[in-house]
């Protein structure tokens, strides 16, 4: 009796992992397991460009800034460097399921209206960064938003389409981006403006988390 019984289930587990065709054949399905883990850029290297007539290159600060200031009209950029290497990185040959970037908002300019802003997936060659990081081209691009209500928050944006591009080949060995506002979407209900995003300790520092198998 006990072997029957063993031998039921043994059948019942080997049709639950197959299923049938409709030619017949039979198909194994194989659920990977999937690797989460988490990214910290790497505050040395992270900063902002203003290009005025004398240009503002700031590197290794306790924030950085994207956007247009409302006082002086002058446009910052943000770089954030995140390394892929090492323990607790993602493999060149990953496939990654989801990507998010957790950044913390210390402050907003002006107090009204919400700002636009483009996430560009870029390579820089680190650790120093040049004006023509400014306008260096992108190799893949998102929009988001930042809100009134993110100012002194956390605030998540999905940015698994710039993570799967930076796993083509060749795959990049860091996985680096410039915020910088959407100059083409300000219009009714958005504005031009400035954030500043914290990068001072691990809890409030630029954080990415990356799903994949």
Known sequence: MKRRIAAVVMMLMMLALTGCGSDGSTTVIVTSPTIAT???STQSIDGDIAPAITPQIVQGG???????DPLTLAEYRAFLHFPLGGAGGVPPNATIVSATLRIFINDIRPSV???PFFIDLISFPPPTLIVSDFSRASLRTISTSIFQSDFGNYVDIDVTPLMQEAQ???ALPDFQIRIREDLISVGP???DGIITIDDTTVARAPRLSVTYF
């Open 38 to 40: 988490q990214i910290i």
């Open 62 to 68: 306790t924030s950085v800034s994207a956007g247009i």
């Open 113 to 115: 209206g919400t700002i």
């Open 168 to 170: 083509l080949l060749p």
């Open 189 to 191: 209900g958005l504005i």
